[in-house]
């Protein structure tokens, strides 16, 4: 029987984490009577006893605030975690006292806001035999197992909106401009946004590019008039042959010394045509604000349907959207492996339609 | 063999017709090589010969402007259209000539972005041997076919917005505030806005309303100290019992001059409680400004789908999107009935989770 | 000796009251180490001793919230209130009362953020002792001694975003769009929403106007392939001769049964021209959102600087913006007459430049 | 007589730059009679001969768009130009030239929109009897003569809003989120956007800093339970002694490689707390995006006044806000030094009654 759930969130910050945490309260008190314990900076809070009860006027307001209340960390991980021991830190599996503490703190069920990191955690806990029901976060899309989670529209919204402002300066100067978006394993955000803002071209980590294309594409326009170009660019995506150059020591420390491969792109290009290039690094940027219309609504939908699998004690799954439904997925299938642009996919043709340029093809200079 | 196709937008406004149109125009042309020609203000523009060639300069820039630069009326339907003859004005079925002008200006296909209405007249033109495919669109979101449409996710950001805007005005003067959102059949922007918004109560046409779940839910707002209420009303939403009382002309009437259900609402609701009550119809504010990011990416990978349609000659459809994937759809289906919110559906639910009233329901003063 | 002040909010809601509150609260405790009451819903609160502590907690994160956290209404003139006596209700000047209970509650100061109609309060207030400064806040801009006040940067922006989304659909569908804003008896707002959002045609209360010139201007229009106009109305504009007639009951009847002169001039345009025209109200949303930066920035000064008054005795004083400084002006100027737009000034004759239509012009149909 | 000007945009990209030129066409049009020649990427365009002629169609729909539809350009300056000569480039006076095309191109006057830079080339070409009117354009807001011109409402915007989105991320993750915006010689943004976003600290080239304020500010806020801190810094600020430190070369480049200012407050704050620091560069996103109403609106009446003052043959003068009446200042004094913060005026004093820290006090750690 349950009488009290717990609830976390886990990882890198994300619009709609506190819509998720308030559709969590309202559908537990409302619905089924049961408490709420709010857990602390994620896994850590479950280490060190960091909880508070959640009532309903702690969550009043709450649906369009950006953020998490109950605070989020990177660092948590219970089976891997640095604690003090005398006077020095130590890493140690602290996942048994997150266990007994689980216990002590009288929670029947937890709900895990988080992504792949806390939903592998969580994996291991329900291993030890934590009945745990997963919220899936990702505000990059590489989640497997839902077609898309809350905060990835209004990262989506930033990064167009920051490309939209880019467009006039790019074409009163005559610039190439290269927008940074966030994307260390899969496009999806620099791909949309691409899209969505008009992009010339897009750089993704499924898709190494050459610079030759790039070139070619900044010809081209300039010989049809149009003396300015805009590039998206993931920060994880990399040049062909990058994934081995940029292993190399050296190599990473001259990346991480230009401030990513954005503005190695700039300095690339720069070198390469006669046009100023100006790189902006979009970062916390799309991990901030007030969450989107369809955010908030899929974060509450979210919230409210893992209340309802504890009710159905269905644990060890997490919610996800299927098509434009509520579904369940299990956390282990999740967890194995990322989500990436399929290079051959229709977003990718769609763009490719729309003749912008992903560095893989041959382009004729015009 | 194709060499020229024609793209019209019918029925009412819409924010991604213009990023449509500018798909259509890029991917015909870098894809395929035929030429495209505009036609102006709907079936209008075939009945009348209006239409003019669409260049990759034309569809510049238009991917984040609303509207539709080959412009729209709701009064352009070929089997019944208002025409001049004479000295006076008369009503005939002028389709033959559509069909005649058709191939009179060489077009070898057309694509028709519209609503119901639009769709409606298009499928009686392929009975006439026209080879049309659709592009669906419909604010209201109430099309069969398609899980959603471009335009959809603007107008819902529009209205959420204006929701979270009278929040602070509400509470502040301690008053109901009622904010009347499009849906003559169908409630899908005022369900989804009143989610996002945080609506206290939500009326659809799905859900015929009494005022007594208002008034207590007002009552019982008021006892916990929060001494204000957002209401959502879709413009389609009747009281129990509505459907006859306002088919009967004089009341019809008397709706119509208090300005809509909205004002009925307030008026009711400052009568049977002691707060005031204020109104706010959003109207042709939630058909205007730039599309979102969703609807952008939407509305472009639409475009490029209806062309690949024509490509493949698979006339008679119309481009969908099921799940996350952009499909195709019959277009005698999309029109056969509409698709209206499932009034014990999930979205409802976690509505009603969320502690949302939509007046059906039976509540304790408190 | 001050150990205690007050503060209240009256009038309408207007983006910015919270971030004065704040303002207010920080400089006193940090910079005087004085207490803060927070008077409750404007006068009403010293009426009925609804007032409660005010510390830095109970303003974190209040900046960029519009609304007022202390509530505020449009009728609590304690020289003329309504109040329970005995089993019904009289209207009684309880002004001694307010006296009385400022005494009461250990105040030594107050201020009064509000517009003409609570200034003027304040100012018999003041002949009667108290000890009073004042913040303007008029989002109509009509209030004379300050430059401008909080809140109508934040209603100018929403109102020219509101014509922004109403250009594209009335472009697309070749329709007069109408746009109704806010001020009665001054036209700022429209005015200079107009100019920023290219209205076609602004009509004011400072400027009576003719349906012939906008006529022209339409058909002028029309002739050079514009067929849709924007037109901007003040709620208090009037036509020539209109202040006479509308004062007429069944005429003020007849308006009020439309919707507003916005709804008026809709009807009539329709009459005179053969173009659709359609109204929107923009009302309670020009109050709402999170105040501009400009507003946070003004208030936050204003309510920092209320408070320096205090610390000199400056009674009788509001705080002003003059030019871009910050200043004082004497209460009983100000509430002495409307700051009314110049129909001669150098705004209109910018916007005359700009080829917009007040109505008041001859205009040939080209 | 006047029957042609011309008019050139200068130095970086502002938001309002079109705005300007619209109404230049429409008042120079439509007012005057004269003819208006665009001049290409700022004075280049004269030293070229590159112009176009600019009717009231190109200006359509310009005003809520970025950018320049002219061009613009740093590099113009035609006192000391690098122009090709035989197969290699020099750099060169070519001013006679500059006059010599003015009168070829029958201009009679000019309008130079432009900073600091482009105003002073302007002087010089007065002085060599061209007929200037100028309209300042600082984004900065650092330009003497004017209290403020158009772009900078919209940057304060953008840097304001950035700001809000860091504060949820900075609070759920316990960290130290540091933004850099523009501000190479005056503190303006910093400062007004620190306010309205209700930043912690605030860095300024006319405050230099030192790091234990900041440490103190840090300490305190974790003590009562805040464990972030949102610090703005102006790309020009300096720690104390700085200015000698940073023009020694090999710390100049170091400050280059950290990335700017703020990267190095990050790795310092990182240092002496124990906390994480992150920076935000928000560089050309300032220039980006439409105009806000009020620069919409200062510029169109800016637009319109200079074109007054060329009919007034008021030459020599810029265009200017005083107050906020519209009014016209000397080119050669607005050019004779900068306005910088006043480091002990009300805007400096408001922020620190809010409790901001500029790093020049003494804080107790609490």
Known sequence: MIRQIGV???????????????????????????????????????????????????????????????????????????????????????????????????????????????????????????????????????????????????ALATATDAIDKLHTTAESHHRIMIVEVMGRNAGWIALEAGIAGSADAILIPEIPFRYEPLEAMIALRDRTGRKFSIIVVAEGALPVGGAEVYQAPARAGQLARLGGIGAEVALELERRTDREARTLVLGHLQRGGSPSAFDRLLATRFGAAAVHLIANRDFGKMVALHGWRVASFPIADAISKLKRVPPDGELVRTARDMGIVFGDETIERG
């Open 8 to 154: 976390l969130t886990g990882g890198g910050d994300c619009p709609g984490l506190n819509a998720v945490i308030r559709a969590v309260v309202k559908t537990t008190l409302t619905q089924y009577g049961w408490r709420v314990s709010g857990i602390e900076d994620g896994f850590e809070g479950l280490v060190f006893n960091h909880t508070r009860p959640l009532k309903l006027e702690d969550v009043r307001g709450l649906l369009p605030r950006g953020g998490t209340i109950l605070g989020t960390t990177n660092r948590g991980n219970p089976f891997s975690m640095r604690v003090p021991r005398g006077d020095h830190f130590e890493t140690r599996d602290v996942s048994d006292q997150v266990v007994a503490n689980f216990r002590a703190l009288e929670l029947d069920a937890l709900i895990v806001i988080g992504g792949d990191g806390s939903l592998k955690i969580a994996h291991e806990l329900i291993a030890k035999g934590l009945p745990i029901v997963g919220v899936p976060k990702t505000i990059d899309n590489d989640l497997m197992g839902t077609d898309i989670t809350f905060g990835f529209d209004t």
